[in-house]
């Protein structure tokens, strides 16, 4: 009886290119800051790397580059990018009122 070892979880593809389309929007909108666009591309190539590892059956790399993409790059990417967002959050005082029919205008 030959038993297979099991498939190690394999990370979505979506994440990456989610984190590289946050690089990409960090890299051309002039309000966020462009290193964090360089630390999201850095976490988007790692997490296709470790796709690429997974696939290839290349455990010790893979096991890396989860090491580095979440106790790492995933934390430091998604603090950054809330900091980043709450600065550029539209303030509202209480004092106006806010009718279903308003209109935006920045």
């Known amino acids: 009886m030959m038993t297979d070892a099991p498939d190690p979880p394999r990370p979505p593809a979506a994440s990456g290119a989610t984190v590289a389309l946050l690089g990409r929007l960090c890299l051309r909108e002039p ?3 462009t290193r ?3 630390l999201a591309w850095t976490e ?7 796709v690429t590892a997974n696939v290839l059956w290349e ?7 989860v090491l580095f993409t979440g106790a790492l790059l995933g934390p430091a990417v998604i603090i950054w990018t809330g900091v980043a967002v709450q600065g ?3 303030q509202v005082s209480p004092e106006t009122p806010i ?3 308003a209109s935006y205008s920045p």
């Open 88 to 90: 550029r959050a539209v």
């Open 99 to 101: 009718s279903a029919g």
């Open 31 to 33: 309000g966020m800051p």
């Open 44 to 50: 988007a190539a790692a997490l296709a790397g470790l």
């Open 36 to 38: 964090l666009g360089w």
């Open 59 to 65: 455990w010790d790399i893979a096991n890396g580059l």
